[in-house]
């Protein structure tokens, strides 16, 4: 069993930036994959991240290319999103996620736990 918890949201300004971490409990976190997904108002969960349990390899989507880098600390059992040049459409819930098999996707549904999320609010 995994236990997430998120943590670093808040309200910014555009062109700001955020950290984000999500602390993982278990002894097996250095061979989980490790993702973030984020849900804005209205609207489904879209991934955002994901990075392999090694951190040799990483994934994000379109939206956040160039912004946003994901990183991980196994020593720490922790999973880090930093967020750069945040824009308004950036508002969300972002959730921590894991998977216990180490794929590597961008399907909500193939993560096994998750956290409790943790709200980014960007004004313009």
């Known amino acids: 069993q995994v236990q997430l918890v998120e943590s670093g949201g808040g309200l910014v300004q555009a062109g700001g930036s955020l950290r984000l971490s999500c602390a993982a409990s278990?002894?097996?976190?250095?061979?989980?994959?490790m993702a973030w997904f984020r849900q804005a108002p209205g609207k489904e969960r879209d991934f955002v991240a994901a990075?392999?349990?090694?951190?040799?390899?990483?994934y994000y989507a379109d939206s956040v290319k160039g912004r946003f880098t994901i990183s991980r600390d196994n020593a720490k059992n922790t999973v880090y999103l930093q967020m750069n040049s945040l824009k308004p459409e950036d508002t969300a819930v972002y959730y921590c996620?894991?998977?216990?098999?180490?794929?590597?996707?961008?399907?909500?549904?193939?993560?096994?736990?998750w956290g409790q999320g943790t709200q980014v609010t960007v004004s313009s």
């Open positions: 996620a894991a998977d216990a098999y180490g794929r590597v996707t961008s399907l909500e549904t193939v993560y096994d736990y």
């Open positions: 278990g002894r097996t976190f250095s061979s989980y994959t």
């Open positions: 990075i392999t349990w090694s951190g040799g390899r990483t």
